[in-house]
């Protein structure tokens, strides 16, 4: 079965300093996201991204953070300049369709940002 | 008033009984809801979408109430490796997806 990688699983870094998590969708799939989760608390929409744009993205997603497909099959979260309060669990999502009735976001086993 | 409310638990519940947990959601021109469940520290996993009609999967059994705006899930004969958070997800007018905060089940032998 297709799935959602994400690459690494565990990032450490020191504030200030810039990370970039990359996430393999599934082939055929259009839609892209990026989600994060803080330990302990609920899942938040970051952005999405279709046809090499963003379609739509949170208040969280300010100037820090960037999103790039710079390949047919990489699809990358860039965070400028990490703050303590970016440590968290970040998800990667991609669909076939626009989540607009049924459709399944499938997600990637995350990525657990540290920053110190 | 949060966007989408779950009761957190836990819900501490026998193997073999039947539980029930609901999502309360605040905007009204929702368009889609789903349920997921979430095991520690793993991804997400879609459970069931919730039918206007109500929906049932095998031991699990979604509805969705518009008048009062909220969604339940109902799992029957309940198993040890159900134990897990489940979350409440609600698709706005954007498309996005609003999550609740998960309601932790523990199914004890």
């Known amino acids: 079965e297709p799935e959602v990688t994400q690459t690494p699983s565990h990032q450490v870094t020191q504030m200030g300093q810039e990370v970039i998590l990359r996430c393999v969708p599934i082939?055929?799939?259009?839609?892209f996201y990026w989600y994060r989760q803080i330990l302990g608390q609920k899942v938040e929409f970051l952005v999405s991204?279709?046809?090499?744009?963003?379609?739509?993205k949170s208040e969280i997603f300010d100037d820090q953070f960037s999103v790039e497909r710079p390949d047919g099959s990489n699809f990358t979260l860039k965070i400028r300049s990490t703050k303590l309060e970016d440590s968290a669990m970040y998800f990667c999502?991609?669909?076939?369709?626009?989540?607009?009735?049924?459709?399944?976001?499938?997600f990637g086993p995350g990525t657990r940002l540290l920053v110190l | 008033r949060k966007e989408v409310e779950q009761d957190p638990g836990p819900f501490n519940v026998p193997e073999g009984a039947t539980v029930a947990f609901n999502c309360t959601y605040s905007n009204s021109a929702s368009q889609s809801f789903f349920w997921y469940r979430q095991d520690c520290r793993k991804e997400p996993k879609l459970l069931m979408s919730?039918?206007?009609?109500?929906n049932e999967d095998g031991r699990f059994t979604a509805q969705l109430n518009r008048a009062s705006q909220y969604i339940s899930l109902l799992i029957r004969d309940s198993k040890l490796s159900d134990s897990a958070t489940y979350l409440c997800?609600?698709?706005?007018?954007?498309?996005?997806?609003?999550w609740g905060a998960g309601t932790k089940l523990i199914i004890k032998p």
């Open positions: 991204f279709y046809n090499n744009e963003i379609s739509e």
């Open positions: 999502a991609s669909s076939e369709v626009r989540l607009a009735g049924v459709e399944t976001q499938y």
């Open positions: 997800v609600v698709v706005d007018s954007n498309y996005q997806l609003i």
């Open positions: 082939s055929n799939h259009l839609y």
């Open positions: 919730v039918y206007s009609s109500g």
